[in-house]
């Protein structure tokens, strides 16, 4: 059964960068039938998707996020990771990490909460 | 880019059947077959229903079925019974040399 776990701090000051990781575990994250994204929720509002990437490295983005946001895979590690710069208060949400087959996230993550604040 | 049309709400009895709307334009939803719907209960983790516009994954049950038509996209509850009481989403993927994947704004469904 596939496992996917984000991990990074819950805590990230105006300006800085937002970086998590999400740990596979009962897969491979080398499958090129699948992708690998990011997806997150404000407290209290709907889903927005922010990228994904393939176990080759390629990589696609939500157009308004593209300047801040970085994905990268590690397949040694079954990791794959998110940089998102210049954070603000409206970042603030819980990010989840997926992987995506058809366009879907198909298998979530359990989320983690990313605060935004000084 | 921007989020795709649902209504912020939708209801129904148990037993009835209920149908959410997911709208979008040429760019998404009328350009592919790759409309998604998610289950989300409070505090849980998103849930996916339906995949490829009307294919559900392993375990979900039948009454849950997915259309499309043109730019709008629809989910169907059938049966409903109370724990189908939840926000659901729709996505789809959009554009072409940047592909990305689009949500809607999510219904809450309410079963009365």
Excluded at chain 1, 35 to 46: A, L, M, V
Aim: proline share 6%; charged share 15%.
């Amino acid at each position: 059964q596939l496992q996917l776990q984000e991990s990074g701090p819950g805590l990230v000051k105006p300006s800085e960068t937002l970086s998590l990781t999400c740990t596979v575990s009962g897969g491979s994250i080398s499958s090129s039938n699948y992708y690998w994204g990011w997806i997150r929720q404000p407290p209290g509002k709907g889903l927005e998707w922010i990228g994904s990437i393939s176990y080759s490295g390629s990589t696609f983005y939500k157009p308004s996020l593209k300047s801040r946001v970085t994905i990268s895979i590690d397949r040694s590690k079954n990791q794959f990771s998110l940089k998102l710069s210049s954070v603000t208060a409206a970042d603030t949400a819980v990010y989840y990490c997926a992987r995506e087959y058809s366009s879907s996230p198909y298998e979530w993550g359990q989320g983690t909460l990313v605060t935004v604040a000084s | 880019q921007s989020a795709l049309t649902q209504p912020p709400s939708a209801s129904g009895s148990p037993g009835q059947s209920v149908t959410i709307s997911c709208t979008g334009s040429s760019s998404d939803v009328g350009s592919n077959n790759y409309v998604s719907w998610y289950q989300q209960h409070p505090g849980k983790v998103p849930k996916l229903m339906i995949y490829e516009v009307s294919k559900r994954p392993s375990g979900v049950p039948d009454r849950f079925s997915g259309s499309k038509s043109g730019n709008t996209a629809s989910l169907t509850v059938s049966g409903l019974q109370a724990e189908d009481e939840a926000d659901y989403y729709c996505s789809s993927h959009a554009g072409s040399s940047n592909a990305y994947v689009i949500f809607g704004g999510g219904t809450k469904l309410t079963v009365l």
